[in-house]
């Protein structure tokens, strides 16, 4: 695949080298991510930021890194406020708003609407979560924010990762973009941590054994969180089950806490979450007593999605050269704690 003017629909676009393109890119965008300075290289570009369905960080990221390129965002949230309410097709949509942006992203609760709306497009349309099927751009700060963590520790690569999945593995869309971005890597370690009904789909577990890597499932969280770099905690994703009865039978089933990880996981062991995470007394995966633990990565792993999706409009619409040839240093206070 070739950045310029592509669709970013599914995390098997992607290979090896152009991981290391993007994170590259996303490297250089510190600087503007984090307000020292400013860049007006995608002054006049409009980003469509169309949401079928709730969401904060990804919207609210893939927003933030349009508006710090330079380029302004136009948003529809919800059916009820599109037309798509008075019986409209995707495919018209499609047609009607790439006329009206440079790039679009999108989420929508059916798995491959993304990509059917796309091929109506005239414009790179990027996946911000079709349905339970991928969340390429989640999967990407992922790896992103796994690669940067480990580094820290002083551990180059994610060959050899020791990886712990966790949670609602059947229907979580960001799960399965990120086994799939893994089976790019050699010897990784998966260990996939599911009540056995919401097991990782059997396809993307055998393409993982097939490219060689290792993966264990397992319904118990305590006894196979003892030996890994990585703890990734996922929400149940209740709004994919028939009923809020159905998913109550698994909320809850694994909750992380600072008493579970100081005796089971070894020091090191970074958390991560795609959050939200589910923080009522019902469900509670992350307990807020890890908030003080340094190695919970979840607010880096959200902060990490400005600059990854910053790269990612830089590539598609071909500037990433072009970025800092358009900066200046700001002028307002920009200290910030990270
Ligand atoms: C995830 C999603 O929407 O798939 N959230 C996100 O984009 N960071 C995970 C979730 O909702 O549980």
Redesign the pocket.
């Given at each position: 695949m070739k950045f310029t003017g592509s669709h970013i629909l599914s995390i098997t676009q992607f290979k090896r080298e152009q991981i290391d393109q993007l994170f590259a890119v996303a490297d250089r965008m510190e600087p503007y991510a984090h307000r020292r300075k400013v860049t007006r290289v995608l002054d006049g570009a409009i980003l469509g930021s169309m949401f079928f369905?709730?969401?904060t960080?990804?919207r609210v990221s893939f927003g933030c890194a349009f508006n710090l390129l330079g380029g302004e965002v136009r948003e529809t949230t919800g059916f009820e406020s599109s037309a798509i309410a008075k019986g409209e097709s995707l495919y018209d949509t499609a047609r009607v708003l790439s006329g009206y942006s440079d790039v679009i992203v999108m989420?929508h609760p059916t798995s491959g609407s993304v990509a059917e709306f796309a091929s109506a497009s005239r414009v790179p349309v990027i996946n911000?979560?079709d349905g339970s099927n991928e969340?390429p751009s989640?999967a990407l700060l992922d790896l992103y924010t796994i690669r940067k963590e480990l580094k820290h520790k002083g551990r180059a690569g994610i060959d050899g990762l020791r990886i712990a999945m966790i949670g609602?593995l059947k229907y979580?869309?960001?799960v399965h973009s990120l086994c799939k971005l893994l089976s790019l890597f050699q010897n990784v370690h998966l260990t996939l941590i599911s009540p056995d009904e919401l097991r990782m789909p059997a396809d993307i577990v055998e393409s993982l054994r097939a490219g060689g890597n290792t993966v264990v499932e397992s319904d118990a969280m305590e006894s196979s969180i003892s030996h890994v770099d990585i703890a990734y905690s996922?929400?149940i994703?209740e709004e994919r089950f028939s009923s809020k009865e159905e998913a109550s039978l698994y909320r809850g089933r694994y909750r992380l806490n600072q008493a579970i990880y100081t005796r089971f996981c070894e020091p090191n062991t970074v958390i991560m979450h795609?959050?939200?995470r589910d923080s009522r007394v019902e469900a509670n995966e992350l307990d807020n007593d890890l908030n003080e633990n340094p190695n919970l990565a979840i607010f880096r792993q959200?902060d990490n999605?400005v600059l990854v999706r910053m790269a990612l409009f830089a590539l598609i619409l071909d500037v990433a050269d072009e970025v800092d040839r358009h900066a200046r240093d700001v002028n307002w206070y920009t200290e910030r704690r990270f």
């Open positions: 369905e709730p969401s960080r990804t989420r911000g979560g969340h989640q609602d979580g869309r960001t996922t929400r994703q795609p959050l939200p959200a999605g």
